[in-house]
């Protein structure tokens, strides 16, 4: 039976595991970045807090699947382009995915593709950490300002992903 990447309920639960581990390292979080591309990963972090948390999206400029989705209120056809495209740029939102981001994900906040490249190198240079551009698109909206946090408002970042390719981050 195929697995669909985003838009199944055992896609989105499996997705979910990630926030049980979270909640149980650090569970006194106020706010999620969740990096967004067809919607699997957020839906399922969304819905295992089910509102006890902040979760935010963070999608590209040139891919705004969720963003487009909310305003419009269903799934509707967005860009799917820039440099996250292979893992944050599906036309659309799943149809499954909406129902529960709507009902549970807070808002989303766009990054520029140059935000998400600095984001590569800060986690390069600082952890030596190699994150594909959609698993550091979350981090980009924390460096790039896109998402201010609150004084006292305790952050986490999903840094996901595994389309990374060679890159020398230290030239």
């Known amino acids: ?24 390292q650090v569970p006194d979080i106020d706010t999620l970045l969740v990096s967004v591309g067809g919607g699997g ?15 935010i999206g963070v999608e590209p400029f040139a891919a705004p699947t969720l963003t487009k989705a909310l305003a419009a209120g269903r799934p509707v056809d967005a860009e799917a382009g820039g440099l996250a495209a292979d893992s944050l740029a599906p036309q659309r939102i799943g149809e499954k995915v909406f129902p529960i981001t709507k009902s549970y994900v ?44 609150q004084g006292g408002e305790r952050v986490a970042v ?14």
């Open 1 to 24: 039976m195929p697995v669909h990447a985003f838009d199944q309920y055992e896609t989105m639960l499996g997705q979910a595991t990630i926030a049980l581990e979270l909640s149980d």
């Open 158 to 171: 999903i840094i996901s992903g595994g389309n990374t390719t060679a890159v020398n981050f230290d030239q």
């Open 41 to 55: 990963l957020i839906a399922g972090i969304a819905a295992w807090y089910g509102g006890a948390i902040k979760v």
């Open 106 to 149: 807070h808002g989303t906040v766009l990054v520029t593709d140059d935000a998400i490249r600095l984001a590569q190198k800060m986690l390069w240079r600082t952890l030596r950490l190699v994150a594909e551009p959609g698993g550091a698109a979350a981090f980009a909206a924390l460096t790039s300002g896109a998402y201010k946090p």
